[in-house]
Nanobody
Framework: VQLQASGGGLVQAGGSLKLSCAASGRTFSDYAIGWFRQAPGKEREFVAAITWSGATTSYADSVKGRFIISRDNAKNTVYLQMNSLKPEDTAVYYC???????????????????WGQGTQVTVSS
């Protein structure tokens, strides 16, 4: 599967952005999808994930209440709506597919096997 993240950009603190992750492949709806981010000099960290059906979501504490993950399986696309952005949200954001069909929980990066190229999000203060 190939994943293509888009929608990043430069925004002022308090603003919003919506990221998209378009995936190829016929089995998109069988897998959970996650968003991770990596800031300069820091390790890649989990941001949010959504199950194959979209019925269940999970968020990092740092983004809970501000970010919303959703998916449209008919379009093979996952979205990340980011609101009330803060300078500390600045990072390259990656979408990724879970390595096993219908797997959920334990959102460490090792559980995901297909990564997009990332999209830069910069939040100015």
């Amino acid at each position: 599967v190939q994943l293509q993240a888009s929608g990043g950009g430069l925004v002022q603190a308090g603003g919003s952005l919506k990221l998209s992750c378009a995936a190829s492949g016929r089995t998109f709806s069988d897998y959970a999808i996650g968003w991770f981010r990596q800031a300069p000099g820091k390790e890649r960290e989990f941001v949010a994930a959504i199950t194959w059906s979209g019925a269940t979501t999970s968020y990092a504490d740092s983004v809970k209440g501000r970010f919303i993950i959703s998916r449209d399986n008919a379009k093979n696309t996952v979205y990340l709506q980011m609101n009330s952005l803060k300078p500390e949200d600045t990072a390259v954001y990656y979408c990724t597919r879970r390595g096993t069909r219908y797997a959920w929980g334990d959102h460490r990066a090792g559980g995901y096997d297909s990564w997009g190229q990332g999209t830069q999000v910069t939040v100015s203060s």
